[in-house]
């Protein structure tokens, strides 16, 4: 098990840019696929991006490619999202998880963080 806390959330404008950070517990960090959801108001959670173990492959939801980066730093137990060109539909409380394989279904995601707010003004 691992705990998780996400931090960077804030409220922005269309088109900035904000970088979520996770950190996580443990000294088994690298042993870990680690991914990122995200929840808006009446949705169901969605698959943003996820990452391997050491950083080598990453997947990306369609409606965030081209525009997010999932990246980590396994000495520092931590997992990054940069967002850039953000639309309001990005709107949402993101999450990070950790699992035990690249993959965007929320169920093969064992634990997770309590989540920081993106709010996109437009």
């Known amino acids: 098990q691992v705990q998780l806390v996400e931090s960077g959330g804030g409220l922005v404008h269309t088109g900035d840019s904000l970088r979520l950070s996770c950190l996580a517990s443990?000294?088994?960090?690298?042993?870990?696929?680690m991914a990122w959801f995200r929840q808006a108001p009446g949705k169901e959670r969605e698959f943003v991006a996820a990452i391997s173990r050491y950083g080598r492959g990453t997947i990306y939801a369609d409606s965030v490619k081209g525009r997010f980066t999932i990246s980590r730093d396994n000495a520092k137990n931590a997992v990054y999202l940069q967002m850039n060109n953000l639309k309001p539909e990005d709107t949402a409380v993101y999450y990070c998880?950790?699992?035990?394989?690249?993959?965007?279904?929320?169920?093969?995601?064992?634990?997770w963080g309590q989540g920081t707010q993106v709010t996109v003004s437009s």
């Open positions: 443990g000294r088994t960090f690298s042993s870990y696929v």
């Open positions: 998880a950790s699992g035990t394989a690249v993959v965007p279904d929320r169920g093969r995601y064992d634990d």
